[in-house]
């Protein structure tokens, strides 16, 4: 039976093994400022250790490219801006 401590977030971050392979990345969110995360568990020869993507999209964040490719126009996405059918709550608050 294989066991292991569970450790909490930041215990884990600072491991040095994960240090040591270098596997913690700093991202920089739109609204929470630099968000430290463990990469992936597994690296491949030919990629570098930075080739991390950048965090995740925000609510909402790429509406107008998705749906211009769809085919919307601009006016198109204004109507469902207006009818509340997609938003732009992505928008970082000043803080």
Partial sequence: MAAALVGRDAEIIEHP???ARQR???VKHPLNGDVRFIGWPMRFSAAPASAMPGPAPMLGQHNDEILADLGF???ERAVLRRDGVIGDEFAPQAR
């Fill in 17 to 19: 093994a994960l240090q």
């Fill in 24 to 26: 913690v990345f700093t």
């Fill in 73 to 75: 126009d601009e006016d």
